[in-house]
């Protein structure tokens, strides 16, 4: 038990981190003019193109950007746009609102409106790495970034993404089934338990009148903990040198763990399809032992890249990224988190909470409910149609449910009190 607790506290403090990263990246667009302006340009080539390709011209998309290859439409046509931006909206609400990370949702959302899982996870990446470029470059927090730290667990990051990558492009050679159900069953298991944990939470502050909004976080970093002193005294040459203004004598690790960590982050990311943010976050402080301080501006670093090389080298020139989706998710979630976080201004702390396990918790039931029947479809199990239309449909019904319902909350909770937001007032609804 003790262990499924750290494993939970472990996903949840990399899901605040990452939140707060997509916070920073929507308020430093929405605060610029420039930047809005820039996003409006990035629009332009992506939905000229896809009205180009759409008429019939096939090279409208670029064959380095996978061309008429690509496995589903990366045309442009009206609702394919509208609902991205859908998807993209729900995402960011639960983001700016709860604080913990709404892109888990994303990739279940596309599976489930009928998008291959390895479409699905590249065009997750290309809205991670463009949303990155947007925020992160000339953000304030790289300041912080230890240089050699940074290179030294982007070739891990490098290596675990190229391995990823090619995993999921085997799998889906082999039979696109199979590449289904082995990225659900990824998703199964970080959202069962994140969601375990994430209730567990939520009724802990009931039964405690603890009423801190989950955007809290604790000064994760100050003192480590014994796996990062056990690690930290490995001398296997080169050891990289971190925290030195920080920490009286400074801090070293070899650099051999920093290559596994990086390796471990570019892998998830490249078969997930977030990034590697939320993972390494709690590995920098829990496992490394790496300040919170310098692992924020090392991890706004790493995701650039990480992303970047993942989306473009493991996705994008195989024809894996539907580019009007990428694109659109990008708008509805820098929108949606900026309401999102407005919102928890006026409802309590254990309201959020209780949403976030919710909203956790639907998108681990998405994907448990659509396992039996990619199993049934690869003959693994022996299920008949009707049973696996059941199981998929309360899968997906489920999931559309809670996460509509909550972004119709958010929006009206937004709505009902955009007089005391304006005003500036803060208050707390039970």
């Known amino acids: 038990m003790g262990f499924f607790r750290q494993w939970g506290r472990f996903m949840l403090a990399g899901a605040r981190h990452h939140a707060r990263w997509e916070m920073d990246v929507s308020n430093t667009v929405f605060r610029s003019r420039t930047r809005i302006i820039v996003l409006c340009l990035l629009m332009v080539p992506i939905l000229l193109g896809g009205f180009a390709f759409?008429?019939?011209?096939?090279?409208?998309?670029?064959?380095?950007?996978?061309?008429?290859?690509?496995?589903?439409?990366?045309?442009?046509?009206?609702?394919?746009?509208?609902?991205?931006?859908?998807?993209?909206?729900?995402?960011?609400?639960?983001?700016?609102?709860?604080?913990?990370?709404?892109?888990?949702?994303?990739?279940?959302?596309?599976?489930?409106a009928g998008i291959k899982g390895i479409l699905a996870v590249g065009t997750d990446l290309f809205h991670i790495f463009a949303k990155a470029i947007m925020g992160s470059v000339i953000h304030r927090k790289l300041g912080n970034v230890n240089v050699w730290l940074a290179v030294i667990f982007l070739i891990g990051a490098i290596v675990g993404a190229t391995t990823g990558g090619v995993l999921?492009?085997?799998?889906?050679?082999?039979?696109?089934?199979?590449?289904?159900?082995?990225?659900?069953?990824?998703?199964?298991?970080?959202?069962?338990?994140?969601?375990?944990?994430?209730?567990?939470?939520?009724?802990?502050s009931r039964g405690?009148?603890?009423d801190d909004d989950i955007h809290g976080g604790e000064a994760e970093g100050a003192e480590m903990g014994n796996l990062p002193k056990k690690l930290q005294a490995v001398n296997v040459p080169p050891m990289i040198r971190f925290d030195d203004g920080l920490v009286a004598g400074g801090r070293s690790i070899s650099w051999l763990f920093l290559v596994l960590s990086g390796a471990l982050v570019g892998f998830c990311a490249a078969i997930m399809g977030v990034g590697?943010?939320?993972?390494?976050?709690?590995?920098?402080?829990?496992?490394?032992?790496?300040?919170?301080?310098?692992?924020?501006g090392t991890d706004i670093f790493q995701i650039v890249f990480t992303a970047g090389y993942a989306a473009i080298s493991q996705y994008a020139i195989y024809g894996f990224i539907f580019y009007t989706l990428a694109m659109g998710m990008l708008l509805g979630s820098l929108l949606g988190i900026q309401i999102g976080a407005m919102v928890t201004k006026v409802v309590s702390g254990t309201t959020i909470r209780g949403f976030y396990a919710m909203a956790v918790l639907a998108g681990f039931i998405n994907r448990l409910f659509a396992l039996p029947g990619k199993l049934s479809e690869m003959e693994i199990i022996s299920l008949d149609k009707g049973t696996v239309t059941v199981l998929d449909s309360i899968g997906v019904w489920a999931f559309f449910i809670v996460i509509g319902g909550f972004g119709v909350w958010v929006i009206g909770t937004f709505l009902k009190n955009i007089g005391t937001l304006k005003a500036g007032e803060v208050s707390h609804d039970s």
């Open 276 to 296: 590697g943010g939320f993972l390494t976050f709690p590995i920098f402080v829990y496992v490394l032992g790496v300040s919170s301080l310098t692992t924020v």
């Open 208 to 210: 405690s009148g603890d």
């Open 168 to 204: 999921n492009r085997v799998l889906y050679d082999i039979n696109p089934v199979l590449s289904d159900a082995f990225i659900t069953t990824i998703y199964v298991i970080m959202l069962g338990g994140l969601g375990a944990y994430a209730l567990t939470d939520f009724f802990r």
């Open 54 to 112: 759409a008429e019939g011209a096939q090279e409208a998309i670029p064959e380095f950007l996978g061309g008429k290859k690509a496995y589903s439409p990366a045309y442009f046509t009206m609702g394919i746009f509208i609902a991205s931006i859908l998807i993209g909206l729900g995402a960011g609400l639960i983001t700016g609102c709860i604080g913990a990370g709404g892109g888990f949702v994303i990739a279940p959302a596309l599976m489930s």
